[in-house]
């Protein structure tokens, strides 16, 4: 490769090229390349790069760039497409010409977006800090469902996971696992659980310490995806799959081998590397084209955070002084969250300095999440995506790692076997279609992909591969909570406080993540649920109703009411004084088993610094309404 010694541009790319051929090609300055090229003259190599093949083949331009990097066995497909597509081999001469034509304008720029060294950056650190995060989240996951499992789905649940899995089993036969895939199928009853989180928990720390990192990651996925199965509607949050989905593609990324420390030198898939940074790139803007698909007002004229502090399922103290904030805050705030997920994430295919601004406003946008709500780990997971935005060169920068040389090889992607290679050519692209095929299916009701996509789709659904995301697409502005009063005699009642929901007046909101206490968040369902059924009681009968058959009667006209058997049976097992139901509580193993409750529906709001000031109170609630009267634990209905 010949090019012009004296351009500041041309040496910094050539810098560049050197890292991705290595040894395979020789970079020559035409200034001390000699007569020995004729009959190329000075003026050729003064307007574009040259690349003289061991066979005297003579290129110029992107033709140069292309064969160059063909010959090294980088990139060879750009050669393929510029010999065989006549406007790609156009549009890149043109943007060749281009750019040696403006050398100093492409000098800024790629300072701009590159920085001063343009070689290939390696991500060896990048990869050991996001396997150390990921075995972070995992631990979080497993431990924060196993200390509420016995309440959720124990023997004596809400929702048997035992009694679960054997109807499955029943119903599927052979078939059942890959319809409910979960290892409890082959374990012996509620036992068979708390053997998947504790050998969660232990594959994680193996992961953490980097022993066998991707035999690690394979049980923590199929352990994970054994709980999201037990787990049902407990488990069914948009960070569980998340997970999940981030947890397989992080089996293909991670080194095979026995132990990996910080300066063991492993190559990199750039392959898995692309798909996780694909997964973040579908996280962050599909997050808000549901906002947009969805129409809601309140994301299109930015007054949904107005609402979104105060009606969120598990809001925070914090939330309360964000509730407070001017209407145009609010307003700038949602267009600046837009911003973020709307156009941030075609950054993360951009260049470098690109990718790191990228990094920090996405990042900043979780940081702000996780600061004002209680979301579980999914600020932190997608943190740790991020992570992949950063190359081992701004690492060390921020952290000083001293452990470990700058090794080219890291990411060489080319030195991998053939076969290896075009597997995870393959993979890619079937990851690819078959997530663009999907989302197009959410938005498009009418798109049908091919039947072979169709039915991968189809068989691949229940381990949660390939996942559409997106939160919030339409806000919710009023905050309707249920409130369970229980009774011994039927005349004085009791409010029954849960740990973590709105409910007492005074009680201040409170940080709970990581952990997700799941019971409070599916009660913030069913709130909104119930006050759908509060209001058809208005609209049809101009009051609330009467009695428990009259309720009842009610639900089992409503299909939808099937999702929420589990809050009947919660009710039922209050009733019977359950107490790993009540351990879900705040002081709920307390006491004796009450001979009656009542639901009622109430209307939940912030309120004010005056009058937190002189109440006391951080809620302040109205528009009661009677959802479900008196009822003993022998009159109740299960759906």
């Avoid at 997964?279 to 979104?308: P, V, Y």
């Avoid at 690109?354 to 997608?382: D, E, H, K, P, Q």
Wanted: proline share 4%; glycine share 6%; hydrophobic share 45%.
């Amino acid at each position: 490769m010949i090019y012009d010694g004296d351009c500041g541009f041309c040496s910094l790319w050539i810098s560049r090229w050197k890292s991705l051929t290595q040894d395979q090609v020789n970079y020559i300055p035409f200034q001390k390349a000699g007569d020995e090229y004729h009959p190329l003259k000075t003026e050729d190599f003064e307007k574009s790069v040259h690349y003289i093949t061991t066979k005297k083949e003579v290129f110029s331009g992107a033709g140069a760039v292309f064969k160059s990097l063909a010959d090294a066995s980088v990139h060879q497909f750009l050669f393929w497409l510029y010999n065989r597509m006549s406007i790609f081999k156009n549009c890149t001469e043109i943007g060749y010409r281009f750019i040696a034509n403006n050398r100093r304008i492409s000098s800024f720029m790629t300072y701009i977006f590159w920085g001063q060294s343009l070689e290939k950056p390696t991500y060896h650190l990048s990869r050991w800090i996001f396997l150390k995060l990921i075995a972070i989240v995992y631990i979080i996951a497993f431990l924060s469902f196993w200390i509420q499992a016995d309440g959720l789905v124990g023997q004596n649940g809400i929702l048997p996971a035992n009694e679960f899995f054997q109807s499955v089993a029943h119903q599927l036969g052979s078939s059942a696992f890959f319809n409910v895939p979960s290892l409890q199928l082959f374990l012996p009853g509620y036992s068979g659980l708390g053997l998947i989180c504790g050998l969660g928990l232990v594959f994680s720390l193996t992961l953490f310490i980097g022993m066998m990192p991707r035999i690690s990651l394979i049980f923590l996925w199929l352990l994970y995806l054994s709980v999201v199965a037990a787990g049902q509607r407990f488990l069914s949050f948009q960070w569980d799959i998340l997970l999940l989905e981030c947890g397989f593609l992080s089996i293909f990324f991670s080194p095979g081998v026995w132990f990996y420390r910080l300066k063991t030198p492993v190559p990199i898939s750039a392959g898995m590397l692309f798909l996780l940074r694909w997964l973040l790139f579908r996280l962050m803007f599909f997050s808000g084209i549901t906002k947009l698909a969805s129409g809601d007002s309140a994301w299109w004229d930015l007054t949904a955070l107005s609402f979104h502090y105060e009606t969120q399922p598990l809001t925070t103290w914090t939330a309360w002084y964000a509730h407070q904030f001017p209407i145009w805050l609010h307003r700038f705030s949602t267009g600046a969250m837009f911003g973020i997920e709307l156009a941030v994430p075609f950054l993360i295919f951009g260049p470098r300095r690109l990718r790191y601004f990228a990094f920090v406003l996405i990042s900043s946008l979780m940081i702000l999440i996780a600061f004002t709500g209680n979301y579980t780990y999914f600020n932190l997971l997608t943190l740790v995506l991020c992570v992949l935005l950063l190359d081992d060169g701004i690492i060390k920068k921020i952290i000083p790692f001293h452990q470990i040389k700058n090794h080219n090889s890291l990411f060489v992607f080319s030195k991998n076997s053939y076969v290896k290679k075009s597997s995870i050519f393959i993979l890619v692209c079937l990851v690819v279609i078959l997530s663009a095929s999907n989302t197009a299916m959410r938005y498009y009701p009418n798109f049908s992909p091919y039947a072979s996509i169709q039915k991968l789709l189809n068989t691949i659904r229940p381990f949660h591969i390939i996942n559409n995301y997106g939160l919030f697409s339409v806000m919710t502005v009023r905050r309707p909570e249920l409130i369970i009063e229980t009774s011994d005699d039927g005349n004085e009642w009791k409010e029954i406080e849960f740990k973590w929901k709105a409910g007492a007046l005074e009680k201040r909101p409170q940080f709970v993540q990581p952990h997700q206490p799941r019971m409070d968040w599916q009660m913030w369902f069913a709130a909104l649920f119930y006050e759908r059924v509060a209001e058809y009681f208005k609209k049809n009968y101009e009051r609330d109703p009467v009695s428990p058959e009259e309720h009842f009667s009610l639900m089992k006209q409503a299909p939808i009411s099937k999702r929420y058997r589990w809050f009947y049976l919660f009710l039922k097992q209050i009733l019977e004084g359950e107490k790993d139901v009540l351990s879900l509580l705040e002081n709920g193993t307390a006491g004796t088993a009450p001979k009656y409750l009542r639901v009622w529906l109430y209307d939940y709001h912030f309120t004010s610094f005056a009058e937190r000031s002189k109440s006391g109170n951080w809620w302040k609630r109205d528009n009661q309404r009677l959802i479900l009267p008196k009822i003993s634990k022998e009159g109740i209905w299960i759906p």
